[in-house]
């Protein structure tokens, strides 16, 4: 069966405060390592009340030390928000001290306002436009040291140097992702859960583009999808009224705290509402493990990915562990401890 991974936001909900969300990320990794996830990513996201992290490196550190068989990585690291010599010291010491269980998921958006990219980038160098491939390319040759001649970044050296950089992921919700993925020989996720662009497309277009390189001999791509399961799909269901409501909401701008599964259902939809609701629902899946399965074979069968990545968003954190735990079961995981 297809191994299956975790992509984590640290949801701040209106009952869960920032610094219990980051806690309650920690607990859900040892929960996935102990049931066989193979992957836990953490996301960048900067000024959005409805995620705890801005920062997927110190996370990734605190749950290594934690868990014991889980690779831990980034899904991702915005680089156009950091200087390429940073990420590659970050995660070059990560790799060290958890060698073989690290991953370097890079993204090409801000994870924020523009406000806020500014503020972030304002002290680096003034690059113009998007500049997300010179930067991956600076950042690459940090670990490949093949700098022209006489390049100044010739006798600057990325610590610890006896320590590689980890296997490099790049995110994306295109066409143009999946292209240079396969293009730079390095693993590709792609981002159904936001995005407008064919998952299947975006898969099969990677797959017969890619060129093996010093990163990957082969093609690994990773379908990230949003889903939320419970025992019965009327329990599932309401576990993602809070989901609903919070989609909305994001539609219009609003990154709130995930409201509660009480004030989801005493919203007022108008019919509007309800459906955009419905048309959201394409890129969530919600049911008891028999319903999900039946949703997501066609998309699986269809897009071939090599593994299947789940955001569960859901307010209240042990429905969240039970959902991964009966996706776990549902997909024939071999758990490393009791759930």
């Known amino acids: 069966m297809i191994p299956l991974s975790v992509l984590d936001l640290s949801v701040v909900t209106t009952g869960t405060k920032p610094a219990a969300a980051l806690r309650n990320s920690i607990d859900l990794a040892r929960h996935v390592d102990g049931l066989g996830y193979v992957r836990y990513w953490l996301a960048e996201h900067h000024n959005l009340a409805s995620v705890a992290s801005p920062a997927p490196d110190i996370m990734i550190g605190q749950i290594a030390a934690v868990t014991q068989n889980i690779r831990v990585g980034s899904g991702g690291v915005m680089l156009p928000n950091h200087a390429p010599l940073v990420v590659a010291e970050r995660f070059k010491m990560l790799e060290a001290l958890f060698p073989g269980r690290i991953d370097l998921g890079l993204g090409r958006a801000p994870g924020t306002d523009g406000a806020t990219a500014y503020a972030l980038r304002s002290r680096l160098d003034k690059r113009e436009g998007d500049d997300f491939l010179e930067r991956l390319s600076e950042l690459t040759l940090w670990e ?12 600057v050296v990325a610590m610890p140097d006896d320590s590689p950089l980890p296997p490099i ?31 299947v497309e975006a898969l099969t277009h990677y797959r017969a583009r890619f060129k093996p390189s010093g990163w990957r001999t082969t093609p690994h791509a990773i379908l990230a999808i949003a889903a939320i399961a419970a025992e019965t799909d009327a ?16 539609d219009r701008g609003q990154y709130l705290p995930l409201p509660d599964v009480e004030e989801a259902l005493a919203y007022n939809y108008s019919a509007a509402e309800r459906a955009s609701i419905a048309r959201n629902r394409s890129r969530l899946f919600v049911g008891s493990p028999a319903t999900l399965m039946a949703k997501l074979q066609p998309m699986i069968a269809a897009s071939q990915p090599d593994e299947l990545m789940i955001i569960t968003a859901v307010y209240d954190h042990d429905a969240r562990k039970k959902s991964y735990s009966l996706l776990a079961e549902a997909f024939g995981l071999n758990g490393n401890a009791a759930a």
């Open 169 to 199: 992921w790049l995110l994306g919700s295109s066409d143009y992702s999946s292209e240079l993925a396969a293009q730079v020989g390095m693993g590709f996720a792609f981002a159904h859960h936001f995005a407008s662009y064919d998952a």
């Open 235 to 250: 329990e599932a269901e309401k576990l993602a009224s809070s989901a609903d409501l919070n989609r909305l909401r994001r």
């Open 144 to 155: 490949t040291r093949d700098f022209p001649a006489g390049h100044p970044y010739n006798n």
